[in-house]
């Protein structure tokens, strides 16, 4: 369920630098990732904080640097249709949902201005 989760929006491709690590959600993605600034290799912990209206946004940081990364954003909206999806009862109401889903997440604006 949570990988479910995890790909609820559009499968994360292999990661070889933050700015392509995307998800809809939780809070690790398998896979390593190389710091746009210091090149430091290293797996990316997601965590989500509020975006101050309602939605999150999924950051991590380079250890190495300490460089911010905003990996996606989820308005309040998305975080609404994003728990649905997880309670799902059937599998084509859950392709509605993610179909839905999709509009309320921002991907990927990657390394933020130090
Ligand atoms: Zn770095």
């Excluded at 630098?17 to 896979?31: F, K, S, W």
């Amino acid at each position: 369920m949570e990988d479910e989760l995890l790909l609820a929006v559009s499968p994360p491709p292999p990661p070889t630098r933050p700015a392509d690590v995307m998800t809809a959600g939780g809070e690790h993605i398998e896979g390593q990732a190389r710091c746009d600034a210091c090149e430091h290799l290293f797996t990316p912990a997601l965590r989500e904080e509020p975006d101050g209206s309602g939605g999150v946004v999924g950051r991590f940081d380079c250890p190495h640097c300490e460089r911010r990364y905003e990996a996606y954003a989820i308005d309040a909206r998305g975080l609404s249709l994003r728990e649905r999806v997880a309670g799902a009862k059937s599998d084509r109401h859950r392709r509605h949902l993610k179909a839905q889903l999709k509009a309320h997440v921002t991907h990927g604006r990657g390394l933020l201005p130090a």
